[in-house]
Every structure is written in structure tokens, then in C-alpha cells.
């Protein structure tokens, strides 16, 4: 450690050194503006070589001044108040002239000088002035790429981590499997003594937001060692080589602090399959190739574990995946019920909740919610009571808070026409009534034509599953229920809008994907046809898109009679939800069941 507090020392020293260059540069610039104004200013007072010849051969120059070693002169010219500078080219010449003119009986005071060094320092420091620019450019440079001194590649992230696995909430596997981690750092001797290798590296992987950085932290804070984080994107810069050489000073770093966590977080920024290319991805190629040195370079003293999180492992390249690098790779998926109530209950300590708030009622309504998306509904609800007055977070701020999280901010104030109005109401009516007749699509929630973020309105509906497995019948069910919006609009108003382009976009995609992903076409039969080359393409036979598209076409088409053939069923149940709309802009659960009771 102590070899450490000194790199930090000269870190210091380093940038005290960058600040005084920088302020000297800004000195040296002010100074220089100065003396160019002066020099303007003096050249007012100038006086031509050649008029000053003229002057002298006149018998007007009364008295010369001239410092040894200077081509400059001041002259006092007969019936002028200020006295003149001129520029001599060749001082012997004209002494030799001056005194000619003495000889002849003109009255010339000389006066001679030795010339001083501040008379000098103006023209030394306008010289030097390129100079000390290029210096402290090339020292910020080195600075700004991490080159400067040893210590300071990174950001001064080593530090003891006070988070702990009580503050990590709804993982509770993946926390078991992580307490082997914590004793490996705790107690590396007693897997040693049995011949056990200990893991070097450990690969997160999961949705944004799913809280792999957080139990990194979590790893350190229960060993109590140190924890060393960086980005994967500052390991690339602008110098080649760079990359390969800030992983060395990483990694040189971890062995001075082990036992120790290196955390690298969007690992896939520097760990992404190589290339033969040029450019850019060689120096990807150098970075990664030089942590797979690094990696392969521990010994069995040194305890030093790498966390590497990222949300793209299919982008990673497999020699960094093989076992003796990232030994284990383990899923942080999205919190399940439980883990979302716990979550919940974390984000809620330090908030002041009314007692109408039930948690586990969120917890069902939040299915496929992250740990970070759970925790801004409560901070959106907390900001939304204060600007409400309320003395504690009710329900309907939490509520609000997941309809704007979800859905996007209410906008009141949009003024549109009757006619809008009238065609977004009957499109998120179709939507609802074609939902409630469907078995396998969940509850509505809630219907509005109150417009939020980009949508017109909305149709909101209840996510109270855990769902792990989608059946083919709920895709088809939910690609009408999508189109529902415009067949409403067909239906009612004989016409179709742009208001269905985000609903024809999504069933787009789940068609295609039940087609292409999930082989759930009886014609092309299990097959994977994403992301296949055109040559891999034609091992299916010819015209395969073609077919591939027809499917999809078909899919989209039958779910659009389909859901049309059930507003025609159910009009009457149609133009009583839309009536309602127009009048009261929106429509809850409870009122929305009435209408099928």
C-alpha cells in the first residue's frame, strides 16, 4: 500500500506541475498581449530610416539616445515635443554620418547606454512563447491519454465498498453462488490446500438495469478488499496501443493491492469477437488480446478475481469465455415477484409512504421490471407527491409514477380536434374490448385518450405473471389485440390513420420473429433462420425469403381478420367504451368491467 500512496503523491505532483504550466501559458499570453499593444503604441512615435536621414542631413536632429547592442534609436527632431524611434540597419554607417554633421558645427546631444536585460526580455519571452505552448500542449495531452505518470490510467475508483449482499435484493442464487467468491478472497489457502483452482474471472451478463455492477460491489464490500472499476470504453483512445497499455497499468495495479476485484464493466466495449480489419478494431484486437495475457498471467499467490458485466455476451470473443479467464458466467436475470417486493422495500427506507400504499400490489403490477426501473417509479413517485403538496407518497403517485415511466408524461394542455378525439377513442377501444375477448392476453388496466409522450392514448394492461415461456397461441392472440387499434378505426370510420404504425411495428416484429426465431411456422417448419448469411440462406432452397415473408404476411393478415371479426361480435360493447372516452377521457378497471357484466 505504501508504494501506492506514493504513486498517488507523484500523481499529485504531476498535476500541480500541469496547473502551474497552464497559468504560466496564461501569463505568458496576457504579457504578450500587453507588449503588442505597447508596440502599436510605439509605432505612432516611429520615425522612417530614411526621414531620419533626411532630418539629419536638414540639421533638425537635436539630440540621438542609443543603448550598445541595439538597433534602435530615439531622436529629439527641432520643434517636435515627443521624441522619435527609428530602426537603424547599420549603426557604424550612421555614427560615421552623425559625426560629419558634429564636424560641421551641428549642435547633436549623443547619449549612449548599455542595454539591459528588461529592455531584452520582451523580444526572449515573444521567442519562447511557441515554444512553451508546444510543451504544454504535448504535457496535457499525455495527461488528458492517461500517460502522464503510472498510477492515473483510471479514475480514482479503488476504494473499500460499504455495500453489502443485504442491499442487494431478488437474487438470491446468483448471491449464493457469488458468497463462493467472497470466500476465495477471504480464505484462498483453504481451496488451495485441496488442490482447487481458484476462479479468475467472472462474466455478469443481463438486461440494463438488472444490478450487475451492484453486486460486484456487493462481492468487495463482503470480502472487504479493494475494488478497482473501470469502463471498457476507457480503455480505448485515439494512440494506437493505448488500450493494450492501460490494461498493463490495470492490471499492475490489482497485483499491488491483492487479494483485490478488477471490475470491468461493458466488457463487450474491448472483449468483442476479433477481426482481420484495420483501423479502430485493431487496436480492439491489441486490447483484448493483451487481457487475455493479463488474465492468463496469475499466479496461484497473487488473489486477484475479474467481474466483467455486460448486457451483449453472444458479442463476445470465445477465447476470452473459455474456461481459466472467465471461468463462470452467470445470468442476473429480472427480479420475480419476491425479489421485486424486496427490492421495493429497499427503495422505500428512506421514503415516506401513505398506508394505502401496498408494496406487494406493485411488486404484481411490475412483472419485467428491473431492480433500476423499480427504484425510479418510487423516486418519480416521491417527486411526484412533493409537486402534488402531499404529506406522504400515495397510491396514485406511485400510479403516476409507472405510467410515466412506461407510457411517457401526461400532456394535458394538447389541444387536438373533435374528429382525433373521436378516432383515438374507438382505437383504444378496439385495443381493450378485442384484449377482454381474448383468453390468453391479461386484464385491462386501464383505457385513456389523454395523450402521453408520443402516443395519442393508451391501453394499459395488468402484469401481475412472471411469464418464462411465451406458447404460440399467446403471440397470435397478442398480434390481434395489437391490431385491434386499426381495425376499430377501419371498422367505425370506414378510414385508417398513422396512429397504428407503433401497433403495426410490433406485431411486425413478433410475427417475424415467430417465423424466423421460434420455428412456429407449420410450412417452413423449427427452423432458425435470423441472422443467417445469404449463403447459409440457400441451403433452405430457393426463394426462402420469399416464403419467410409470406408467413409473416400471413400471421399479420389473419390476426387483422380476426380481430376485426370480433369488434363486428361485440359493436355494441365498442361504441359504449369509445362513447365513454369521449366523455370522460379515461376509464379504470373497475368501470371498464361493467361494461361485460
Known amino acids: 500500500m505504501g508504494k501506492d500512496k506514493m504513486d498517488k503523491k507523484q500523481n499529485?505532483?504531476?498535476?500541480?506541475?500541469?496547473?502551474?504550466?497552464?497559468?504560466?501559458?496564461?501569463?505568458?499570453?496576457?504579457?504578450?498581449?500587453?507588449l503588442m499593444k505597447n508596440k502599436e503604441k510605439q509605432d505612432e512615435n516611429t520615425l522612417a530610416y530614411t526621414e531620419l536621414i533626411k532630418e539629419l542631413s536638414y540639421g533638425n536632429i537635436e539630440k540621438i539616445e542609443m543603448k550598445?547592442?541595439?538597433?534602435?534609436?530615439?531622436?529629439?527632431?527641432?520643434?517636435?515635443?515627443?521624441?522619435?524611434?527609428?530602426?537603424?540597419?547599420?549603426?557604424?554607417?550612421?555614427?560615421e554620418l552623425v559625426q560629419t554633421k558634429v564636424a560641421e558645427g551641428n549642435e547633436i546631444e549623443l547619449i549612449q547606454k548599455p542595454r539591459s536585460f528588461i529592455s531584452q526580455l520582451?523580444?526572449?519571452?515573444?521567442?519562447?512563447?511557441?515554444?512553451?505552448?508546444?510543451?504544454?500542449?504535448?504535457?496535457?495531452?499525455?495527461?488528458?491519454?492517461?500517460?502522464?505518470?503510472?498510477?492515473?490510467?483510471?479514475?480514482?475508483?479503488?476504494?473499500?465498498?460499504?455495500?453489502?449482499?443485504?442491499d442487494v435484493a431478488g437474487l438470491d442464487e446468483e448471491k449464493q453462488e457469488m458468497m463462493e467468491i467472497v470466500e476465495f478472497l477471504k480464505k484462498p489457502e483453504k481451496y488451495t490446500r485441496m488442490g482447487a483452482r481458484i476462479p479468475k474471472g467472472v462474466l455478469l451478463y443481463g438486461k440494463p438495469g438488472t444490478g450487475k455492477t451492484l453486486i460486484a460491489k456487493a462481492i468487495a464490500g463482503e470480502a472487504d478488499v479493494p475494488f478497482i472499476s473501470m469502463s471498457g470504453s476507457e480503455f480505448i483512445e485515439m494512440f494506437a496501443g493505448l488500450g493494450a497499455s492501460r490494461v498493463r497499468k490495470l492490471f499492475e495495479k490489482a497485483?499491488?493491492?491483492?487479494?483485490?476485484?478488477?471490475?470491468?464493466?461493458?466488457?463487450?466495449?474491448?472483449?468483442s469477437r476479433r477481426t482481420s480489419n484495420s483501423g479502430a478494431e485493431t487496436e480492439n484486437?491489441?486490447?483484448?488480446?493483451?487481457?487475455?495475457?493479463?488474465?492468463?498471467?496469475?499466479?496461484?499467490?497473487e488473489t486477484i478475481i475479474v467481474l466483467a458485466a455486460t448486457n451483449r455476451p453472444e458479442m463476445l470473443d470465445k477465447a476470452l469465455l473459455r474456461p481459466g479467464r472467465f471461468d463462470r458466467q452467470i445470468t442476473i436475470p429480472t427480479p420475480d415477484l419476491k425479489g421485486r417486493l424486496e427490492i421495493l422495500k429497499i427503495h422505500s427506507k428512506d421514503k415516506k409512504l401513505s398506508e394505502d400504499v401496498n408494496l406487494e400490489s406493485i411488486?404484481?403490477?411490475?412483472?419485467?421490471?428491473?431492480?433500476?426501473?423499480?427504484?425510479?417509479?418510487?423516486?418519480?413517485?416521491?417527486?411526484?407527491?412533493?409537486?402534488?403538496?402531499?404529506?406522504?407518497?400515495?397510491?396514485?403517485?406511485?400510479?403516476?409514477?409507472?405510467?410515466?415511466?412506461?407510457?411517457?408524461?401526461?400532456?394535458?394542455?394538447?389541444?387536438?380536434?373533435?374528429?382525433?378525439?373521436?378516432?383515438?377513442?374507438?382505437?383504444?377501444?378496439?385495443?381493450?374490448?378485442?384484449?377482454?375477448?381474448?383468453?390468453?392476453?391479461?386484464?385491462?388496466?386501464?383505457?385513456?385518450?389523454?395523450?402521453?409522450?408520443?402516443?395519442?392514448?393508451?391501453?394499459?394492461?395488468?402484469?401481475?405473471?412472471?411469464?418464462?415461456?411465451?406458447?404460440?397461441?399467446?403471440?397470435?392472440?397478442?398480434?390481434?389485440?395489437?391490431?385491434?387499434?386499426?381495425?376499430?378505426?377501419?371498422?367505425?370510420?370506414?378510414?385508417?390513420?398513422?396512429?397504428?404504425?407503433?401497433?403495426?411495428?410490433?406485431?411486425?416484429?413478433?410475427?417475424?420473429?415467430?417465423?424466423?426465431?421460434?420455428?412456429?411456422?407449420?410450412?417452413?417448419?423449427?427452423?432458425?433462420?435470423?441472422?443467417?448469411?445469404?449463403?447459409?440462406?440457400?441451403?433452405?432452397?430457393?426463394?426462402?425469403?420469399?416464403?419467410?415473408?409470406a408467413e409473416v404476411k400471413e400471421l399479420?393478415?389473419?390476426?387483422?381478420?380476426?380481430?376485426?371479426?370480433?369488434?363486428?361480435?361485440?359493436?355494441?360493447?365498442?361504441?359504449?367504451i369509445a362513447k365513454e372516452l369521449l366523455a370522460k377521457e379515461k376509464i379504470g378497471e373497475e368501470d371498464f368491467k361493467k361494461f361485460f357484466a
Open 122 to 166: 520582451p523580444s526572449i519571452i515573444i521567442s519562447f512563447l511557441p515554444t512553451a505552448i508546444m510543451l504544454a500542449l504535448f504535457i496535457m495531452i499525455f495527461k488528458m491519454q492517461g500517460l502522464g505518470e503510472k498510477g492515473k490510467v483510471y479514475d480514482d475508483t479503488e476504494r473499500k465498498t460499504k455495500i453489502r449482499f443485504q
Open 12 to 34: 499529485k505532483k504531476t498535476l500541480v506541475i500541469l496547473i502551474l504550466t497552464v497559468i504560466l501559458l496564461v501569463l505568458i499570453a496576457v504579457l504578450a498581449v500587453i
Open 255 to 271: 497485483r499491488k493491492l491483492a487479494p483485490c476485484i478488477v471490475f470491468i464493466d461493458e466488457i463487450d466495449a474491448i472483449g
Open 363 to 549: 411488486a404484481e403490477d411490475t412483472a419485467g421490471f428491473t431492480g433500476a426501473e423499480l427504484e425510479n417509479i418510487l423516486n418519480e413517485a416521491a417527486i411526484i407527491a412533493t409537486k402534488n403538496r402531499h404529506e406522504d407518497i400515495e397510491i396514485m403517485d406511485i400510479e403516476e409514477a409507472v405510467k410515466k415511466v412506461t407510457v411517457g408524461l401526461e400532456k394535458r394542455g394538447r389541444v387536438y380536434s373533435e374528429k382525433d378525439k373521436k378516432l383515438t377513442a374507438y382505437h383504444e377501444a378496439g385495443h381493450a374490448v378485442v384484449s377482454r375477448y381474448l383468453p390468453t392476453q391479461t386484464d385491462v388496466k386501464e383505457v385513456s385518450i389523454i395523450p402521453r409522450g408520443v402516443a395519442g392514448g393508451y391501453t394499459m394492461y395488468k402484469s401481475d405473471e412472471d411469464k418464462y415461456y411465451i406458447s404460440k397461441t399467446e403471440m397470435q392472440e397478442k398480434l390481434i389485440a395489437l391490431l385491434g387499434g386499426r381495425a376499430a378505426e377501419k371498422l367505425v370510420l370506414d378510414d385508417i390513420s398513422t396512429g397504428a404504425s407503433n401497433d403495426i411495428e410490433v406485431a411486425t416484429k413478433i410475427a417475424r420473429d415467430m417465423v424466423t426465431k421460434y420455428g412456429m411456422s407449420d410450412k417452413l417448419g423449427p427452423i432458425d433462420f435470423q441472422g443467417k448469411e445469404p449463403y447459409e440462406m440457400q441451403m433452405f432452397g430457393e426463394n426462402i425469403g420469399d416464403k419467410i415473408g
Open 68 to 95: 550598445t547592442g541595439s538597433t534602435t534609436v530615439k531622436v529629439k527632431v527641432k520643434n517636435v515635443e515627443e521624441e522619435k524611434t527609428a530602426i537603424v540597419p547599420n549603426i557604424e554607417s550612421f555614427m
Open 285 to 301: 484486437n491489441q486490447t483484448l488480446n493483451q487481457l487475455l495475457v493479463e488474465m492468463d498471467g496469475f499466479s496461484s499467490e
Open 556 to 576: 399479420i393478415d389473419t390476426a387483422y381478420r380476426d380481430a376485426q371479426s370480433l369488434l363486428i361480435e361485440h359493436k355494441d360493447k365498442l361504441d359504449a
